[in-house]
């Protein structure tokens, strides 16, 4: 439901002045709501690993019991929204995703939920948090290149620095949006 309203809410910003993309062109960006939940995963977990040096027993141990209590249903709502952006991803891109910039949504983000997943699997111990970070950290290499090598060629071919045109006359992309939405199916 909320990658409709997200889908949905990029057709509408689509209709706003400026220079428009192609909806397809805005799906990356979806993985975007990644990085506040990793880095807040992160922020818990590190913030109780060092309570217990700052504040007395009970308060410095609930702070340290706090980051995991936080972290895995928190780590829960990221992967269940990295899968569903997944999702999109892949149909966008079986339907001609175009390269943008907005591409790197696909590292800084994950990054984010890397950090997160290695605070957990540090303070859980659980080898499902630490084979998750592996996971995680080997597709964030990997879309660190890919982006890397596309950005480079698309600067040094020019096309990244030309404005983007409507993709089509009226600049509505409600179609588009549709078309990429599950529920339009």
Do not use: K
């Not at 909320?2 to 990029?10: D, G, K, Q, W």
């Not at 020019?158 to 006359?169: E, F, Q, T």
């Amino acid at each position: 439901m909320a990658v409709v309203v997200v889908s949905r809410s990029a057709g509408a910003a689509s209709s706003l002045p400026g220079p428009r993309q192609p909806a397809a062109a805005l799906v990356p960006t979806l993985w975007i709501v990644l990085g506040p939940l990793g880095q807040s995963i992160t922020a818990a977990n590190l913030l109780g690993g060092v309570a217990p040096l700052a504040l007395p027993r009970p308060y410095g141990t609930a702070f340290a019991v706090f980051g995991v209590v936080y972290g895995v249903p928190v780590w829960g709502f990221a992967a269940l929204w990295a899968a569903l952006a997944a999702a999109l991803t892949v149909r966008a891109a079986r339907q001609r995703l175009p390269f943008s910039l907005t591409w790197w949504s696909f590292t800084f983000p994950v990054g984010t939920c890397v950090t997160g997943t290695s605070a957990l699997a540090a303070h859980t111990g659980a080898v499902g948090f630490r084979w998750a970070a592996v996971a995680l950290y080997l597709g964030l290499l990997a879309a660190w290149l890919v982006v890397s090598v596309r950005t480079a060629r698309g600067a040094w071919r020019g096309a990244l620095l030309r404005p983007a045109g409507p993709a089509d006359p009226t600049g509505n992309h409600a179609d588009e949006v549709a078309r990429l939405t599950p529920a339009a199916q």
